[in-house]
């Protein structure tokens, strides 16, 4: 199971963090698998954001996040991060991550195809606006 939170409301140009826990229940280590980082704007469809292998450290990010949402993952504390900075009312919307077994430890390709994830956190809610 996985539960993104870190989610709220700031100003343009401002930063938020927000974490994806694993649940420590199953036992398997975060670097088993994929994590993906995926948003629902109102009235869009859900979109990719940004993977990360966390046993070698490879990401992928969206053109648009590209450069301002760094993501990192800590095993230790089986959580992997999303750094948002410089946000844009644009980023508004639902942040959702989500786990990818089939692909051993590695993200899959094409990295931001919904259907290639196995399981969904809850979302967490972002707002930019001034």
């Known amino acids: 199971q996985l539960q993104a939170s870190g989610g709220g409301l700031v100003q343009p140009g401002g930063s938020l963090r927000l974490s994806c826990v694993a649940s420590t229940d199953a036992e398997i280590p975060l670097d088993y698998y994929a994590i993906g980082w995926f948003r629902k704007a109102p009235g869009k469809e859900r979109e990719g954001v940004s993977c990360?292998?966390?046993?070698?450290?490879?990401?992928y990010y969206a053109d648009s996040v590209k450069g301002r949402f760094p993501v990192s993952g800590d095993i230790a504390k089986n959580t992997v991060y999303l750094q948002m900075n410089n946000l844009k009312p644009s980023d508004t919307g639902i942040y959702y991550c989500a786990s990818e077994w089939g692909h051993g430890s590695n993200c899959p390709k094409p990295w931001d195809r919904l259907s290639w994830y196995d399981d969904w956190g809850q979302g967490t809610q972002v707002t930019v606006s001034s």
């Open positions: 990360i292998s966390v046993s070698d450290g490879s990401t």
